[in-house]
């Protein structure tokens, strides 16, 4: 990633043992986790359906970006810090340059079209049925991978071998074929679409989301209340208990998509301010030696850049997992772990499996409507409220059998 070399004639000094071990053995690690966590997310979204909902495409599309970066930018800096020299070979650098900078625009695009896919599904509730699907999402991705793609093949011009001569060395570097002077006008117009806009653009969106989350009532949902209303219309010889119990389970119902929203909200939000704060040494850095005569290039400092930058990388990952019990849950599933878990628990009772089968009724049931609207990544978070409310299903049953008719007509 990090092209910019000293072309000056003098004494060349290799990097120090200390550097060489510390940004080997860093680089390596932070990539080699990233590469793992990446490798687990775009897994269990395609290996999941229920995980299939136009926000994890997204995710999956950054995913796959920041495997590229890692892969394309980050091993081959440490073994370029291990040798104190480019090792790739000339197709090496035209290939991995463009691989890398691919991977940073794409990464940036993702983030900018998840963010206007939450603004539109919590702002405009209403459009988000036909904007805010699974077959445009997957539209969307395929049109910013192809312009990128596009958009990154000039890069293949602009990278070329430098050999580069010292007193007492000949110094072989992945650098740039034109001048510094031409490649300014490149570098400010790539600066400005793949980072000052799209953060510009995020802050916006997450103000007016924020607005709408936290500071007043959450839109109804369309999708949500039609089925509510053919409830009440099939339901209508309910007593007035049963109308009252519904009404509260619905209620709860409505209060669990809105923390859902708020979470899932939460998680892209710290994703997109982790992607600003990363990449601001690196993009500072460049900007500045853009007006410098001899260029900032201290070792350890450059270090500390690309560190961040791989970091960016390699911990959103973390962000789902932390954030979101629904990746959660299928990290562990991934790993072998929910099996062993599943078995080292006790019986629970009637009511925790009535509560298990009316939740995975639930899940299937969504999960075919996905395609029409399928808006947010959905979290188990009401796992005490249904089974209370299947508790007091049951205790119904035995006086009012009409009654326990009813609830499990309504869940199947």
């Known amino acids: 990633m990090e092209n910019s070399t000293g072309q000056t004639l003098g004494v060349w000094t290799d990097s120090s043992v200390q550097y060489k071990v510390v940004s080997t053995a860093l680089l390596l690690l932070i990539c080699s986790a990233g590469v793992v966590g990446n490798a687990m997310v775009v897994l269990v979204v395609l290996t999941t359906k229920h995980m299939r909902t136009p926000t994890n495409c997204y995710l999956v599309s950054l995913a796959a970006a920041d495997l590229m970066v890692l892969t394309a930018a980050g091993l081959p800096t440490a073994a370029d810090g291990a040798f104190g020299s480019w090792v790739f070979g000339r197709s090496g650098c035209l290939c991995i340059t463009y691989l890398q900078y691919l991977g940073i625009n794409a990464s940036s695009c993702s983030i900018t079209a998840f963010t206007i896919e939450r603004y539109i599904a919590i702002c405009h509730p209403i459009k988000?049925?036909?904007?805010?699907?699974?077959s445009r999402a997957k539209k969307i991705i395929a049109?910013?991978?192809?312009?990128t793609c596009a958009y990154c093949v000039m890069w293949f011009y602009l990278?070329?071998?430098?050999?580069?001569?010292?007193?007492?060395?000949?110094?072989?570097?992945?650098g740039y074929r034109v001048s510094?002077?031409?490649?300014?006008?490149?570098?400010?117009?790539?600066?400005?679409?793949?980072?000052v806009v799209p953060l510009l653009l995020s802050a916006v969106l997450y103000g007016l989301i924020g607005r709408i989350l936290f500071l007043n009532p959450l839109p109804a949902?369309?999708?949500?209340?039609?089925?509510?209303?053919?409830?009440?219309?099939?339901?209508n010889n309910d007593d007035d208990e049963h109308e009252g119990k519904r009404s509260c389970r619905d209620s709860r119902?409505?209060?669990?998509?809105?923390?859902?929203?708020r979470q899932v909200t939460k998680m892209l939000a710290v994703v997109v301010i982790l992607f600003g704060a990363l990449w601001m040494p690196?993009?500072?850095?460049?900007?500045v030696n853009s007006f410098l005569d001899r260029p900032y290039l201290n070792s350890w400092f450059l270090l500390f850049c690309r560190v961040c930058v791989y970091l960016n990388s390699a911990v959103n990952p973390l962000i789902y997992n932390a954030m979101s019990q629904k990746f959660r849950a299928a990290f562990l599933k991934i790993c072998r772990c929910g099996r062993r878990r599943r078995s080292d628990k006790p019986a629970a009772g009637p009511y925790y499996s009535a509560a298990l089968s009316y939740s995975a009724v639930k899940d299937s049931s969504a999960v075919d409507s996905v395609e029409h609207f399928a808006t947010d990544v959905e979290e188990v978070t009401v796992a005490d409220g249904l089974l209370e409310e299947h508790e007091a299903v049951f205790a119904g049953a035995s006086s009012s059998p009409s009654y326990g008719r009813v609830d499990f007509k309504m869940a199947a």
């Open 128 to 134: 988000a049925q036909f904007l805010c699907t699974l």
């Open 253 to 261: 119902h409505s209060s669990s998509t809105a923390a859902s929203r």
């Open 221 to 235: 949902d369309p999708k949500e209340r039609r089925p509510l209303q053919r409830q009440r219309h099939n339901n």
């Open 159 to 174: 990278a070329d071998l430098q050999v580069l001569v010292y007193d007492n060395a000949r110094v072989t570097a992945c």
């Open 180 to 195: 510094r002077k031409l490649y300014l006008p490149v570098y400010f117009f790539d600066f400005g679409v793949f980072f």
């Open 282 to 287: 690196y993009r500072t850095l460049v900007v």
């Open 143 to 147: 049109l910013v991978w192809t312009l």
